[in-house]
């Protein structure tokens, strides 16, 4: 299992903080200011807005949260700005982290997660430090039984997409961002409701812990997605199955 993905299992075993309405609610607010700022509030015009609407609207987001939102981004309305700031560093075994931040406070926003870092047997490192260790992708994954390889295979890769990988339990679709909205829109069409869609940080290679160290490290990432400055968190660690089910015990 990718380490993408087996992340995203782990959080969901978990009962992530994100699954709460209230801070789901909050980091798309926050993204749609973001997006809208920086390329304009009209989603057909901006494909990252557009987006971030669906995910608003998937999540029962009013109407009106949205609007306001989009125009605070804009300026048509005063409110909070954040910034995207994306923070690198190493945890457990060496492993390498990346935390995809909307702060509107950055020396606060910093100084939690050197702490979180910290506190969990990592170090904050600087910039670039580990970024190169992962390439951004437009990630989709689809449940297994939905679907067969090659019937999805054909359809994903006519609309752009790079690559279609078995990954356990799922599909996982990888294509570039600017591919994400004809794949995700294509895999819909075939009457399949993605199991997650987004633009990924993929880590290149994988880094094996096990036992204590993973433990650990199971508990620094859930730290940091914790926070609530946090929009994701990306790694390149691999961890058995059996280490996430005992971290659950």
Do not use: C
Not at 135 to 152: F, G, N, P
Not at 202 to 215: D, H, R, S
């Amino acid at each position: 299992m990718s380490g993408h993905s087996k992340w995203h299992t782990i959080k969901h075993k978990k009962g992530a903080a994100d699954a709460k309405r209230g801070k789901v609610f909050t980091r798309i607010i926050k993204e749609l200011t973001v997006a809208a700022r920086n390329g304009g509030g009209d989603p057909e015009m901006n494909p990252r807005l557009r987006t971030i609407v669906a995910d608003a609207r998937a999540a029962n987001m009013p109407a009106d949260n949205i609007k306001r939102a989009i125009r605070r981004g804009t300026g048509e309305e005063e409110g909070v700005m954040y910034d995207e700031v994306m923070y690198e560093g190493y945890g457990p075994g060496g492993v390498a982290i990346l935390v995809e931040t909307l702060t509107d406070n950055r020396n606060r926003t910093v100084g939690e997660v050197r702490h979180t870092f910290g506190k969990y047997g990592g170090n904050l490192g600087e910039a670039n430090s580990v970024s190169w260790m992962f390439e951004k992708k437009s990630v989709i994954t689809v449940d297994r039984t939905k679907i067969d390889e090659d019937a999805l295979m054909s359809v994903v890769l006519d609309a752009g997409a790079e690559d279609l990988k078995d990954d356990g339990d799922l599909w996982e679709v990888l294509s570039t961002p600017d591919a994400h909205q004809a794949v995700l829109d294509a895999v819909k069409k075939l009457g399949l409701e993605p199991a997650s869609a987004e633009i990924a940080m993929v880590p290149k290679n994988l880094i094996k812990l096990e036992g204590k160290q993973a433990q650990q490290m199971l508990k620094l990432m859930e730290a940091l997605e914790d926070n609530d400055d946090t929009k994701n968190v990306w790694s390149n660690v691999d961890i058995d199955e059996k280490d996430i089910e005992a971290s659950l015990a």
